[in-house]
């Protein structure tokens, strides 16, 4: 019975982007052609070489308990990937691997905040963010940058979010939803306010590093006076394809390594062994192995702008990372479309799914509610397809 749970999970919201992707199978199994754009995870097969290396590891028989913290060989590989792409000096005892980067970034929530703790979210955000915090008993601040801003703060956004009870900054670049990238001159920007509050932790999200149209990537590690006051999180989810193999990791100051260590040893403990071995062999492998990927959801990209210029009331800005477009859809707000009264984003994206068989996100979970997250990590038929139903709908 729900009183006997605890408010923890009681107070805990679902997973909009899970829920949405169950709503969609739902229809599909009462016999619905949907098509899928709601869900953030590539379309693509894992890479032979990483499947290789799987195999090799289950046939030289790794199947025992690994160390909390990841095989010394991973580790050493996410200090050598640190080096190479980001020009980040990491020690083995800064780096702990997890069980997907969601649970990096739980670790070092749990291990960073005490209950009142603010933790300050650029929005739009991951949608886990907030309830990660709220878990750790810290308080969630949203700071909301629109379409308008490209979906950044500005440092003076982030200069009045700043109160005494400020312990940690928690944002991703390349951005999930917006696919926003900060460049290093922004990044500087920021930088220089938190400058003034050293107790300040900034936790920066790096899953979508290498799906960055942009030709450059500038980690907040790399600026002046944050490398020891920064937790970077990154993982092979998204750029290797490798959602379901959940491995994540972080390079972190070492005293916070520590703790999530300790953390992570009550919790899961070590992460799957052959998972593992096959990561050190796509970390160590050169950016250009995955260059296919990349540069079919730039193509992918460019082909969901165009649609979506062609749909009246849409306003979008153009992503320079990650395979999501998130268009403001408050023109529609207070409108009736096929029956469905518009009163905001999440009306909208429910108009969306039953009315076209297309399934989106609602930007209220990512602290955006003017917008909707449409995910283009599907094939060119699809998302034409997709737009075309939208477009449809809405004439």
């Given at each position: 019975?729900?009183?006997?749970?605890?408010?923890?999970?009681?107070?805990?919201?679902?997973?909009?982007?899970?829920?949405?992707?169950?709503?969609?199978?739902?229809?599909?199994?009462?016999?619905?052609?949907?098509?899928?754009?709601?869900?953030?995870?590539?379309?693509?097969?894992?890479?032979?070489?990483?499947?290789?290396?799987?195999?090799?590891?289950?046939?030289?028989?790794?199947?025992?308990?690994?160390?909390?913290?990841?095989?010394?060989?991973?580790?050493?590989?996410?200090?050598?990937?640190?080096?190479?792409?980001?020009?980040?000096?990491?020690?083995?005892?800064?780096?702990?691997?997890?069980?997907?980067?969601?649970?990096?970034?739980?670790?070092?929530?749990?291990?960073?905040?005490?209950?009142?703790?603010?933790?300050?979210?650029?929005?739009?955000?991951?949608?886990?963010?907030?309830?990660?915090?709220?878990?750790?008993?810290?308080?969630?601040?949203?700071?909301?940058?629109?379409?308008?801003?490209?979906?950044?703060?500005?440092?003076?956004?982030?200069?009045?979010?700043?109160?005494?009870?400020?312990?940690?900054?928690?944002?991703?670049?390349?951005?999930?939803?917006?696919?926003?990238?900060?460049?290093?001159?922004?990044?500087?920007?920021?930088?220089?306010?938190?400058?003034?509050?050293?107790?300040?932790?900034?936790?920066?999200?790096?899953?979508?590093?290498?799906?960055?149209?942009?030709?450059?990537?500038?980690?907040?590690?790399?600026?002046?006076?944050?490398?020891?006051?920064?937790?970077?999180?990154?993982?092979?989810?998204?750029?290797?394809?490798?959602?379901?193999?959940?491995?994540?990791?972080?390079?972190?100051?070492?005293?916070?390594?520590?703790?999530?260590?300790?953390?992570?040893?009550?919790?899961?403990?070590?992460?799957?062994?052959?998972?593992?071995?096959?990561?050190?062999?796509?970390?160590?492998?050169?950016?250009?192995?995955?260059?296919?990927?990349?540069?079919?959801?730039?193509?992918?990209?460019?082909?969901?702008?165009?649609?979506?210029?062609?749909?009246?009331?849409?306003?979008?800005?153009?992503?320079?990372?990650?395979?999501?477009?998130?268009?403001?859809?408050?023109?529609?707000?207070?409108?009736?479309?096929?029956?469905?009264?518009?009163?905001?984003?999440?009306?909208?994206?429910?108009?969306?799914?039953?009315?076209?068989?297309?399934?989106?996100?609602?930007?209220?979970?990512?602290g955006a509610p003017n917008c909707i997250r449409i995910s283009y990590a599907a094939?060119?038929?699809?998302?034409?397809?997709?737009?075309?139903?939208?477009?449809?709908?809405?004439?």
């Amino acid at each position: 019975m729900k009183e006997h749970l605890s408010n923890r999970i009681n107070n805990l919201p679902t997973s909009a982007t899970l829920a949405m992707a169950a709503k969609a199978r739902e229809l599909r199994e009462q016999g619905k052609d949907i098509i899928g754009l709601s869900l953030g995870e590539p379309d693509f097969n894992t890479p032979d070489f990483v499947k290789d290396a799987a195999i090799q590891a289950i046939n030289e028989n790794y199947n025992s308990y690994t160390p909390v913290d990841g095989y010394t060989e991973l580790k050493d590989a996410v200090i050598e990937k640190f080096k190479r792409d980001n020009n980040l000096t990491y020690n083995r005892d800064q780096i702990v691997v997890s069980t997907g980067a969601k649970q990096s970034i739980a670790n070092v929530a749990m291990v960073l905040l005490n209950e009142g703790d603010e933790c300050i979210l650029p929005a739009p955000y991951w949608v886990s963010y907030a309830a990660i915090v709220q878990l750790a008993e810290g308080v969630p601040v949203e700071v909301r940058a629109g379409v308008e801003q490209n979906f950044k703060i500005t440092p003076q956004q982030l200069k009045d979010a700043i109160t005494p009870k400020t312990k940690m900054v928690l944002f991703s670049s390349p951005n999930n939803p917006s696919g926003a990238v900060y460049s290093k001159e922004e990044l500087e920007g920021l930088a220089g306010v938190l400058k003034d509050y050293p107790d300040i932790i900034v936790v920066s999200d790096e899953i979508y590093e290498h799906i960055n149209y942009t030709g450059t990537y500038t980690s907040m590690a790399e600026i002046d006076g944050m490398y020891e006051r920064t937790v970077v999180v990154n993982g092979v989810s998204k750029a290797f394809a490798m959602t379901g193999w959940r491995i994540g990791y972080i390079g972190a100051p070492s005293w916070i390594a520590r703790a999530c260590n300790k953390m992570q040893g009550q919790i899961t403990s070590g992460a799957n062994c052959i998972a593992q071995r096959a990561v050190i062999t796509a970390l160590k492998a050169p950016v250009s192995k995955i260059q296919y990927m990349i540069d079919a959801f730039s193509k992918r990209r460019d082909l969901v702008l165009s649609l979506l210029s062609e749909i009246e009331g849409f306003v979008t800005d153009t992503p320079d990372g990650a395979f999501y477009v998130f268009p403001d859809v408050s023109s529609f707000f207070g409108k009736t479309i096929k029956g469905h009264v518009i009163k905001d984003a999440t009306d909208f994206s429910l108009m969306i799914l039953e009315e076209a068989n297309v399934a989106t996100v609602s930007g209220d979970a990512f602290g955006a509610p003017n917008c909707i997250r449409i995910s283009y990590a599907a094939s060119e038929d699809q998302i034409k397809e997709a737009l075309q139903r939208i477009k449809t709908v809405l004439s």
